[in-house]
Nanobody, 119 residues
Framework: QVQLVESGGGLVQAGGSLRLSCAAS????????MGWFRQAPGKEREFVAV????????YYADGMKGRFTIARDNAKNTVSLQMNSLKPEDSAVYYC????????????WGQGTQVTVSS
């Protein structure tokens, strides 16, 4: 069982930056791929980025790479999402999620943190 708690959301002007953090419980953190997703009002939840558990490889959705950076600290059981050059269309609830490295399904989700980018 993994419990995830996000923090770091808030209100920022367009062009600004925010750093989201996610703290995970459990003793086998490195055995999980950690992802960030987001959902804007009236839209489906979409993938933002993932960092693999064992390799540390990172993948980003189109439009995120170069502006967003995902990173994990296996010693602290945390994953972060640094977001730069934010746009109003980045406004959404951002969710941290975890899945076993051997699975294709994210089974564990945080409660979400609101990010609002004003124009």
């Amino acid at each position: 069982q993994v419990q995830l708690v996000e923090s770091g959301g808030g209100l920022v002007q367009a062009g600004g930056s925010l750093r989201l953090s996610c703290a995970a419980s459990g003793r086998t953190f490195s055995g999980y791929d950690m992802g960030w997703f987001r959902q804007a009002p009236g839209k489906e939840r979409e993938f933002v980025a993932v960092v693999r558990g064992r390799t540390g490889y990172t993948y980003y959705a189109d439009g995120m790479k170069g502006r967003f950076t995902i990173a994990r600290d296996n010693a602290k059981n945390t994953v972060s999402l640094q977001m730069n050059s934010l746009k109003p269309e980045d406004s959404a609830v951002y969710y941290c999620a975890a899945k076993r490295t051997t699975s294709n399904v994210y089974n564990y989700w945080g409660q979400g943190t609101q990010v609002t980018v004003s124009s």
